[in-house]
């Protein structure tokens, strides 16, 4: 056999005589597993069975089984194709890397390859036929292999994670399955079939073991294609190491020393630093649960502890990205803004995944009970349930904050806000794969949806110009070039953090969006003109936002606005300008008016109220706006506002939506705001709050964000200081830290802290200068506190453990 060194790459084998170097990454290691020869044949027959339930293998076969047995394969103009050495007649390019155009010339030839194996399988009329047409497929791999054309390190089109026959590795391993039989027998007899055979499995070996896509929701999708390469190889060593690889990403977060996985505060991360719960956290835990019911009763069946996993992956994670059936959709942003019918579907898959681990799990789970709750007590929206039945009991109540991904979710049994920040340690949600990047260039600027019939947001997205992002301050009209994964575009700053205690909890940002220079040189631009301090806090009923030092940080003429809310109008908008006579905007009477506040402000739509306090220039805006050019391109928009709300809609072009905004002009200087939201009220009830805003005892000046409600004490400090509240109660910091206080069920207060400028899970942003950002604090943190019961300072041992730093930690503990 020729020799053939290789070296691993993005994702495949490289023969090094394409001159393919790495592109930097490991191979991981692995331990060989030592059987005995009973061991062995126990495993053998084990792999035989889970050939038997592993339908891929079947569907991959009977596509080309179809084609050959209907007469659609042209044997003669096949065989043509190839020289009689089995080099194929055009010309197949070779290189480290290779164009979009190229890689489609390496699918052309797999397709010529695919067609001739099926034809020798099923579609030659005689054993002379079949043995030239298999002889054939033989050689011209073989060529393929020997002179290097196998295969780049390019990952989406060399191995990509959705469907074999999307990809030239998958394309090859469609050969192997259609004629596993032929090279099985033949490898004893063939030398060229032995040759080929283990020039495969070399190859494929690369799918289980390559370093960037293994771990992270990305490595459950390669099951498809790992699975054909193992069921191919027919050895039980083979399927011992991709047990063990992929054992070791379920429970090891991808890997010891890598970022992406699911982290110690259940974030699930996907290309590193975003929470990707929603439906990629639906997909990524079906197959981890597919691969345990494949598996169940051989030697690769999972543990106990791996199922117990999966299960708090479930609820801690995956069910806070639902709200009434609704999926929080820029969990999965680069889709979720695009694939209607993927957001859809989460709650009922989800709810089947809950009852498929019950029954895979059985009486062994140690959450068994939790699982059983949650599938029974889980909201079906209306377009899961027949007859469109609306589900109106309560959901659960708690607060989470994911400090790997500067996600929080606050819930309460009839509303649920979330909110999403960035900071130097984690991004913007993914970009989107359309140009240009508007979609999702905001989602890091604070994003802060509202939900209260969960659907607010499910079609109101439609009429976006993602210029109105609630909860977002951004300068208007800025766009930047779109990418697959957009990792350069980050906070400027540090400063991003926040606090619960698994009811209540705030957080806070300090926003400065830009682009980092690829090159790695730390150089940076501004993508965004606006900088402010933001920062979110959650009450039983709702939320106080404030925003500080709002200012121009680079040039520019587009007015900054932060935005309330964004979506579609129902009903009449009921508002009141400094305790002025409330005035009525009837759902047909369209108004865009700016509305100068002195005071306090309040504005009702649709049970959810909204209170302005201070100056401001609201503005409100009532009126009909187009969809988005590149939403309307997802075909499931238009099948489903079609179904529900008429052809009519659809015609229109555009819907009726409810915007509401604070215009801080083009330059402002050292600007502020302060706004409360009730998700669940009505009008005489909101009145009756904006009456007590003034009661309220909070700051917002000098990088200090504070404020005192229903007996929660909450400070932000982006910057050392004291916050005087009410009644002689004060809180002071030397450091900067996210401070919650409140009392417990037995009357004493308990203090809660988080380090906002920890490191998270990166290096500075220079390659190789061996450094680390953030601050770690060794030594507890101590704060000064008055008025509090009778504690006088409180100290914080705050985690020095890579990946928990954000965590929420009791003081005096």
Same mark, same amino acid.
């Given at each position: ?128 036929? #079949? ?211 993927? %957001? ?93 990047? %508007?979609?999702? @260039? ?30 977002? %301050? ?17 906070? @400027? ?136 050019? #590149? ?146 604090? #060794? ?35």
């Amino acid at each position: 056999m020729k020799n053939f060194n290789v070296c691993v790459g993005a994702v495949l084998l490289i023969a090094t005589c394409c001159g393919a170097g790495t592109a930097g990454y490991d191979s991981q290691p692995y331990a060989p597993v030592k059987n005995s020869p009973a061991l062995l044949a126990e495993k053998q027959v084990a792999l035989a069975a889970v050939r038997k339930v592993w339908t891929l293998d079947d569907e991959v076969v009977a596509g080309v089984r179809n084609k050959a047995e209907k007469g659609k394969v042209d044997a003669d103009a096949l065989f043509e194709s190839f020289n009689d050495d089995g080099s194929w007649k055009k010309k197949l390019p070779v290189g480290e890397t290779l164009t979009e155009k190229e890689y489609k010339t390496h699918e052309a030839y797999f397709a010529d390859l695919i067609s001739l194996a099926g034809y020798s399988r099923f579609g030659a009329k005689n054993a002379l036929d #079949k043995n030239k047409a298999k002889g054939l497929v033989y050689r011209s791999l073989l060529w393929y292999f020997d002179n290097g054309f196998a295969a780049p390190p390019q990952y989406h089109q060399t191995f990509n994670y959705h469907a074999p026959m999307a990809t030239v590795g998958g394309r090859m391993l469609i050969v192997g399955t259609v004629l596993f039989d032929d090279i099985h027998a033949d490898r004893a007899k063939n030398m060229k079939a032995q040759n080929l055979y283990e020039y495969m499995c070399d190859y494929g070996r690369q799918f289980i073991n390559a370093a960037p896509q293994i771990r992270g929701p990305n490595w459950s999708f390669r099951l498809d294609n790992c699975m054909l390469y193992v069921l191919f190889c027919d050895d039980p060593v083979v399927m011992d190491e991709y047990s063990y690889h992929w054992n070791k990403a379920l429970s090891f977060n991808r890997w010891e020393t890598e970022t992406d996985g699911v982290h110690p505060d259940w974030s699930m991360m996907h290309h590193g630093d975003m929470n990707y719960w929603g439906m990629y956290g639906i997909a990524w835990t079906s197959r981890v649960i597919q691969y345990g019911e494949v598996f169940n009763g051989t030697p690769w069946a999972y543990k106990i502890e791996q199922l117990d996993f999966i299960a708090d992956c479930m609820t801690e994670g995956v069910r806070w990205s639902l709200y009434r059936g609704n999926c929080e959709y820029t969990s999965a942003p680069k889709r979720g803004s695009f694939l209607l019918a993927r %957001t859809d579907g989460v709650a009922a898959s989800f709810k089947e995944l809950v009852a498929q681990l019950l029954e895979l799990g059985g009486d062994q789970l140690s959450s068994r009970t939790g699982l059983e709750r949650l599938e029974s007590e889980l909201i079906l929206p209306p377009w899961s349930v027949e007859g469109g039945a609306v589900d109106t009991r309560p959901e659960f109540s708690g607060h989470r904050y994911f400090w790997t991904t500067e996600y929080q979710v606050h819930r309460r049994p009839d509303f649920a806000i979330y909110t999403r920040r960035c900071s130097q340690r984690t991004r913007p949600p993914e970009d989107s794969s359309q140009k240009p990047g %508007t979609l999702h @260039l905001n989602y890091g600027t604070g994003y802060t949806p509202i939900m209260r019939s969960g659907d607010e947001l499910r079609l109101s997205r439609l009429a976006w110009d993602f210029q109105h992002v609630p909860g977002t %301050t951004v300068e208007q009209g800025c766009t930047v070039a779109s990418g697959k994964a957009g990792s350069t575009k980050r906070g @400027l700053n540090l400063f991003s953090g926040g606090v619960d205690d698994g009811m209540y909890g705030c957080g806070a940002f300090d926003m400065q969006i830009v682009q980092f220079d690829p090159d790695g040189s730390g150089s940076y631009e501004f993508i965004n003109g606006a900088g402010a301090l933001k920062g979110t806090f959650f009450f039983d009923d709702g939320m106080v936002a404030l925003g500080q030092n709002i200012r121009r940080i680079a040039p520019g003429s587009g007015k900054i606005l932060t935005t309330l809310n964004n979506v579609m109008r129902k009903g009449n908008v009921v508002y009141s300008i400094d305790e002025s006579s409330p005035k009525t905007v009837k759902q047909s009477n369209p108004i865009e008016q700016q509305l100068t506040v002195n005071h306090v402000a309040w504005v009702w739509h649709d049970h959810v109220g909204y209170v302005v306090s201070g100056a401001a220039k609201l503005v409100l805006s009532c009126d009909e706006q187009p969809f988005n050019e #590149k939403l309307k391109q997802d075909k499931d928009f238009k099948k489903i506002i079609i179904a529900e709300l008429g052809k009519e809609i659809w015609g229109n072009d555009r819907f009726n939506m409810f915007r509401l905004w604070l215009d801080h002009g083009s330059d402002p200087q050292n600007q502020s705001y302060a706004y409360a939201v009730y998700p669940n009220c009505s009008v005489q009830e909101l009145k009756a709050r904006a009456a007590q805003v003034g009661t309220f005892s909070k700051k917002n000046v000098a990088g200090i964000q504070a404020i005192a409600k229903d007996g929660i004490f909450y400070a932000v400090f982006s910057k050392p200081g004291t916050v005087q509240f009410a009644d002689g109660v004060s809180i002071s910091s030397d450091v900067p830290l996210v401070v919650m206080v409140r009392k417990n069920d037995s009357g004493e207060y308990e203090f809660h802290a988080s380090n906002p400028d920890h490191r998270g899970l990166r290096r500075e942003y220079v390659p190789g200068s061996g450094k680390t950002i953030g601050t770690l604090y #060794k030594e507890p943190i101590v704060i000064r506190v008055e008025g509090l019961g009778s504690e006088t300072s409180v100290g914080f041992q705050l985690s020095t453990e890579r990946g928990e730093e954000g965590a929420s930690v009791k003081g005096g503990q």
